[in-house]
């Protein structure tokens, strides 16, 4: 398996819920990241990771919990949402943070809270 | 603070037409990077080119090509002959070196349609 999976690809959730995303890569890249993608907006950078330590948190409501416990793996912990909350996240991963722009995503997990 | 605007929402052409995708971006940094994404339907983007911004030389590659021009602030990506694979949301984007070339600011997208 190559490249950026992200798992679930759609999410139904409540607003008392809580869940889970998951990002795994296999390019051997040290950084990770989220963004959201919500519609007729610029894509939101959320978080950052390189060499598994958090380097970005873009004022991000701590309802959205990052983990990133090596660096092939990045999770977003999920917990009492808003409906406004509902948008693709998308993972992406780099060689590492500082170095040239080319980002590798994965295809999204598109959450819906009710 | 960065910012990019793609003004064009959504863009339809008939196939084998030259389209052309505006961008204009807004940096105090001198040091700084642009990018072009694709995303298809399925969902993940796609880098197509990076610039920085030292180099103004536009660039070509097969039927992409790219006008970058300081003196308005514009990277602008032109598709020739477009084909109903090109149809995607594409994404222009920028970073800035003082706060990491990976940290990237987007804009809003345009989504093209290429009809056959």
């Known amino acids: 398996e190559t490249g950026v999976t992200q798992t679930p690809r759609h999410l139904v959730m409540g607003m008392t819920n809580k869940k889970s995303l998951k990002c795994e890569q296999h390019?051997?890249?040290?950084?990770m990241y989220w963004y959201k993608q919500s519609a007729k907006k610029p894509l939101e950078l959320m978080f950052v990771y390189n060499f598994k330590e958090q380097t970005e948190n873009n004022s991000v409501p701590s309802r959205f919990s990052p983990e990133c416990p090596n660096s092939s793996h990045l999770f977003l912990h999920l917990h009492t949402l808003q409906p406004e909350d509902s948008a693709l996240y998308l993972c992406a991963s780099s060689q590492h943070q500082m170095n040239t722009g080319e980002l590798f995503f994965g295809e999204g997990s598109r959450l819906t809270v009710l | 603070a960065q910012k990019v605007t793609q003004a064009q929402t959504e863009i339809s052409v008939v196939e084998k037409e030259d389209v052309t995708l505006d961008c204009v971006y807004e940096t105090r940094d001198t040091t700084y990077y642009l990018f072009w994404y694709k995303q298809p339907p399925s969902g993940e983007l796609v880098f197509l080119i990076r610039r920085n911004s030292f180099d103004e030389q536009n660039e070509i590659s097969g039927r992409y090509s790219w006008n970058f021009q300081k003196s308005t602030s514009s990277f602008n990506f032109t598709i020739t002959a477009s084909q109903v694979v090109d149809s995607a949301v594409y994404f222009c984007a920028l970073s800035a070196m003082r706060t990491g070339a990976n940290n990237l600011f987007f804009g809003t997208g345009t989504r093209l349609t290429v009809i056959p």
């Open positions: 390019l051997g890249h040290n950084a």
